[in-house]
Nanobody, 125 residues
Framework: QVQLVESGGGLVQAGGSLRLSCAAS????????MGWFRQAPGKEREIVAA????????YYADSVKGRITISRDNAKNTVYLQMNSLTPEDKAVYYC??????????????????WGQGTQVTVSS
């Protein structure tokens, strides 16, 4: 099992930046591919980005491509989501999630068996 704890959310003005972190504990972090999801009020949860166990392969949803970067530090058991040029449409609860390494950075949002509690991101206009 792996436990995930997100941090770094908050309130930012449009055009600003935030860096989310997700700290993992439990089983070997490098055994897992990781993803970031978000869920806005009244909307379904959507995958934002995914990264392979090594960090060598990534995926981004079209809505965030060019503005968001996912990365990981296996030595620190942490995955990051750097978000730039934020807009009010990015307001959501952001979740990190883990799935077996074999999924790589697949855009398919399946296979994620472990989830963090979420961190709120609010963007003011």
């Amino acid at each position: 099992q792996v436990q995930l704890v997100e941090s770094g959310g908050g309130l930012v003005q449009a055009g600003g930046s935030l860096r989310l972190s997700c700290a993992a504990s439990g089983r070997t972090f490098s055994s897992y591919a990781m993803g970031w999801f978000r869920q806005a009020p009244g909307k379904e949860r959507e995958i934002v980005a995914a990264i392979s166990w090594s960090g060598g392969s990534t995926y981004y949803a079209d809505s965030v491509k060019g503005r968001i970067t996912i990365s990981r530090d296996n030595a620190k058991n942490t995955v990051y989501l750097q978000m730039n040029s934020l807009t009010p449409e990015d307001k959501a609860v952001y979740y990190c999630a883990a799935r077996p390494a074999r999924y790589g950075s697949s855009s398919n949002p399946t296979g994620f068996g472990y989830w963090g509690q979420g961190t709120q991101v609010t963007v003011s206009s």
